[in-house]
């Protein structure tokens, strides 16, 4: 199993800035993949960006150039760095993890983003 806990949520100004957490309860390097998952009242839940085993990364159109995934292994930890935000990237992040033969979801965390 994995537990995984998110932070660095919250409420910013459009054009601001925000980095988001992910700290798994196991090696990062024993994942198969990690990604941010969001979602808005009333939409689905869409795959943000999502950083492999091997380093390689990909991002959903809409955030390319203002959004940066990166990891520390050292501290199990992923992160979801957050630039030129829009009201538009209001939603609730999630961390998602591909370990073993199952995806394993953190509680979320709130990113509100005003105009």
């Known amino acids: 199993q994995v537990q995984l806990v998110e932070s660095g949520g919250g409420l910013v100004q459009a054009g601001g800035s925000l980095r988001l957490s992910c700290a798994a309860s196991?090696?990062?390097?024993?994942?198969?993949?990690m990604g941010w998952y969001r979602q808005a009242p009333g939409k689905q839940r869409e795959l943000v960006a999502a950083?492999?085993?091997?380093?390689?990364?990909n991002y959903v159109d809409s955030v390319k150039g203002r959004f940066t995934i990166s990891r520390d292994s050292a501290k199990s930890t992923m992160y979801l760095q957050m630039n030129r935000l829009k009201p538009e990237d209001t939603a609730v992040y999630y961390c998602?993890?591909?370990?073993?033969?199952?995806?394993?979801w953190g509680q979320g965390t709130q990113v509100t983003v005003s105009s």
């Open positions: 196991v090696s990062i390097f024993s994942i198969n993949a």
């Open positions: 998602n993890a591909d370990y073993g033969w199952r995806h394993y």
């Open positions: 950083i492999t085993r091997g380093g390689s990364t």
